[in-house]
């Protein structure tokens, strides 16, 4: 039995089967194929070298003319490799004599490769990492134009990762993709963030699982606690289908709240909205007794497709989301992209830093074809029901009002055009860095509403990376700095009389939650999933006596003893919530 700790990104136990999903990074496992399907493996593998040729020569043309010729010399020698036969004449041969997949033998040929230079004077042993470059290329074409094994799956599993991509997620089906476990990852990375909106229990950060799992071996994935256990034995398992049917008793207790009002026994009306990613999520917030959307991470559209949603890709989904809404108000968050892959994969100069780099508004602002068009799909669909419109990452008035600005002038254009819209969109703002948040009395002379996202806010007050597991114990929204930057804005919100939420995956958590409703908040935006078990602490309390408990957590001086305050709160609350192990931090 091998017990792993990571951290915990999506909540929920599971007892299942690995399935160990291929990553080009690591080896690639040998597999034969049928005599008939040799042409095809032979095909696939000049396909990908023709490919990444293709590709170098165009990076070889575009660093010569901005970089000079000298720059531009590497990518030649890349070229000449692939071009050379005595890389590419032993993968022929592998194919044909082993019948191996493609990707089988195009590994172990650059394997092989590396072996060479590194047995060569040391000179060119630094050649070693330009094969794994290539390697890399090439596989990236052979496991792109293959058919995913997640295709293949037919039984439920939980996939075991070293990473996954925000599309390889959302591409889960959920009928046989029960967890997942990845070796890299943070709390609030966009793939935890999607393991949330599906539902399913996720692990990650858990750095070596991928080399000690295997296909068809049992693991426990404990998305409570962050640990996943490879190979458990009896007494592990018994212990933990109890926990399963204990969890299973619970979510049956929460399913009665969807019809009753969130309001604290004290009669204080806490509104409770949903986080998504997609509009098919909306349902499940309805559900759960959402009273509508509070974050639509609108950057979906781009991260989970091959190519750049049109004006009318935009459209269609938020029309569709507010058809389903029924009425319900739809919050839309314009893109935040910037630091994500999809960016720095496509830029010929990727950023050393894009978390501190042009991201969000940033990047909006310098993209403004691109903004534009997803303006104009807002304030189109504007015309089928309520929405209001929210800026990500806003750091300075000038930001805010160039947002604004081009808002407006996209009103007149459709105007113009005599297109509908609702000229009356709120427009409203982020509070995700420290500089909006010592600035919300500024903000909230031109800003319809705050919305405080706390992963973000959280990373940059702390100067944690929010997906490097390495400092993940680092990163709690329970500092001090952070508890007393959010306290700020929801008193400035007060004074001018502004709607204040918090949409950060934090506002999920019980013992959190706890803590800004005792702030002062009175709107709280999470996954659908959170829904109820919120609402349940929610009925449980009175706003005063959380706002005792703020007093007291905003009196102790660090994230460890908040934390562990507003927890053992909670567990008094709400005893059935817990599972009854000890807690853990």
Request: some cysteine.
């Amino acid at each position: 039995m091998e017990i792993l700790k990571g951290i915990a990104v999506s909540p929920g136990v599971v007892v299942g089967r690995v399935f160990v999903l291929d990553d080009p990074r690591r080896k690639v496992p040998r597999r034969t194929v049928p005599p008939e399907q040799v042409h095809a493996e032979l095909a696939r593998l000049d396909e990908a070298l023709t490919a990444s040729v293709k590709e170098l020569t165009e990076m070889r043309q575009t660093t010569a003319r901005e970089l000079g010729d000298e720059a531009a010399k590497i990518f030649a020698f890349h070229i000449g490799m692939l071009s050379d036969p005595t890389l590419s004449r032993p993968m022929r041969e592998r194919i044909s004599a082993e019948r191996v997949t493609a990707e089988y033998a195009a590994w172990m040929g650059f394997q092989d490769a590396a072996k060479r230079f590194g047995a060569m004077p040391d000179v060119f042993k630094t050649k070693i990492d330009d094969v794994r470059d290539l390697s890399l290329r090439v596989l990236r074409h052979l496991l792109g134009a293959q058919a995913s094994r997640l295709a293949t799956l037919n039984h439920r599993a939980i996939v075991i990762a070293k990473d996954l991509t925000p599309s390889q997620t959302a591409a889960f089906d959920r009928n046989h993709v029960i967890a997942f476990a990845t070796d890299l990852g943070g709390k609030t990375s966009h793939t935890a963030i999607f393991a949330r909106a599906l539902g399913i229990p996720a692990v990650v950060g858990l750095g070596n699982i991928t080399s000690l799992a295997s296909d068809g071996i049992d693991i426990i994935i404990d998305g409570e606690r962050g640990v996943a256990i490879l190979s458990p034995d009896q007494a592990t398992l018994a212990e933990y289908h109890g926990i399963i049917e204990q969890r299973r008793t619970y979510q049956l207790s929460l399913e009665e709240l969807g019809e009753l009002p969130s309001i604290t026994r004290d009669g204080v009306q806490v509104h409770l909205l949903g986080n998504i990613e997609m509009p098919d999520e909306i349902p499940a917030i309805l559900e759960a007794g959402g009273e509508g959307v509070g974050l639509y991470r609108t950057e979906f559209l781009y991260l989970t497709g091959n190519s750049e949603p049109t004006e009318e890709d935009h459209f269609r989904a938020y029309q569709r989301a507010i058809e389903m809404l029924r009425g319900k108000i739809l919050t839309i968050r314009t893109v935040d992209l910037g630091a994500d892959k999809y960016t720095q994969e496509r830029t010929e100069n990727p950023e050393r830093n894009p978390a501190l780099g042009l991201r969000s508004i940033r990047y909006c602002l310098q993209a403004l074809p691109m903004f534009k068009t997803q303006l104009r799909a807002i304030l189109r669909a504007s015309a089928f029901g309520p929405i209001k419109v929210m800026f990500p990452l806003i750091t300075s008035t000038n930001e805010f009002r160039q947002g604004k600005y081009l808002l407006n002038d996209v009103m007149e254009d459709l105007a113009d055009e005599g297109i509908a819209f609702d000229r009356n969109v709120d427009v409203g703002m982020m509070v995700e860095v420290p500089s909006a948040a010592i600035m919300a009395d500024v903000f909230a002379r031109e800003a319809a509403f705050f919305s405080i996202g706390t992963n973000d806010l959280v990373q940059y007050t702390l100067a944690v990376d929010r997906i490097n597991e390495r400092v993940a114990n680092l990163y709690n929204p329970c500092h001090p700095a952070v508890v007393k930057l959010i306290r700020d804005v929801v008193r400035a919100g007060r004074r001018r009389d502004i709607p204040v939420s918090c949409c950060g995956e934090s506002a999920g958590e019980l013992d959190f939650a706890l803590l800004l409703i005792g702030l002062g908040l009175r709107t709280l935006s999470v996954t659908s999933s959170s829904i109820a078990p919120v609402k349940r602490l929610v009925r449980s309390v009175t706003a005063a006596q959380c706002g005792e408990l703020a007093r007291k957590a905003c009196s102790l001086d660090s994230d460890l003893a908040i934390s562990a305050y507003l927890r053992d709160q909670v567990r008094k609350i709400l005893p059935e919530a817990f599972d009854g192990r000890s807690a853990e931090h």
